[in-house]
């Protein structure tokens, strides 16, 4: 099984809907992130979380909100979504040791599309 | 400007040839540079990590970074053609990581 999950895979949806992207991750990590994609602008971080009780605004947190239910969930939400909201969405989690560096492991990604 | 720069490609070599990607960064506080390398439909995954300046060598690749010039590098030795993804750099302080637009690369049998 996967180590981070994200659903739905796929969404198609038309301007003015409550959209929200659900991340799941087995890893046992305290941060977790989500993350747009789009051509030519590459991953633009939208919000971030070192813990549940902790909730980070990102480079472009406007038109999304979050939640954090769980250490293991982390939730994205669209509450009006918009045409240029279409992307590629990534969810990632990383571990809190003490190294300096965490790795982010990368969901398998969300396909949204705004019409 | 953007925090980090990255020749979107497309990229197209021979098997067997060296491939150099190559990355440029506005910010003198950035530490840890990354490579991630993304196949299509898949989230990217991390190929190397570095910190602060230097080389940092992992079987075909090898990873550079010149603080002095705020420019990242990856070399790919005897590229395969299962080296065909698109090549994200990465860096940042730690907390938060900025990451280029990706180089496509495809590499021809």
């Known amino acids: 099984d996967a180590d981070v999950t994200q659903t739905p895979r796929n969404r198609i949806t038309k301007t003015g809907k409550r959209i929200m992207l659900e991340c799941s991750q087995t890893?046992?990590?305290?941060?977790m992130y989500w993350y747009r994609q789009d051509p030519g602008l590459g991953l633009r971080l939208i919000y971030y979380s070192f813990d549940v009780k902790d909730i980070n605004k990102g480079e472009i947190s406007d038109g999304y909100s979050v939640s954090r239910q769980a250490q293991a969930k982390f939730s994205l939400s669209l509450e009006s979504a918009i045409p240029n909201q279409t992307a590629l969405y990534f969810c990632a989690t990383s571990d809190s040791g003490t190294s300096g560096f965490n790795e982010q492991f990368f969901g398998p990604g969300t396909r949204l599309t705004v019409l | 400007q953007k925090e980090v720069e990255q020749d979107p490609g497309p990229l197209s070599v021979p098997e067997g040839a060296i491939v150099s990607l190559n990355c440029t960064y506005s910010n003198s506080a950035f530490q840890y540079f990354m490579w991630y390398r993304q196949y299509s439909r898949k989230g990217p995954e991390l190929l190397m990590y570095t910190y602060s300046s230097g080389n940092k060598e992992d079987g075909r690749f090898t990873a550079q970074v010149d603080k002095s010039s705020k420019y990242i590098s990856l070399f790919i030795r005897d590229s395969q053609p299962s080296d065909s993804a698109t090549y994200l750099c990465a860096m940042g302080t730690g907390n938060q990581f900025y990451f280029g637009t990706g180089t496509s690369l495809t590499v021809i049998p």
């Open positions: 890893k046992g990590h305290d941060r």
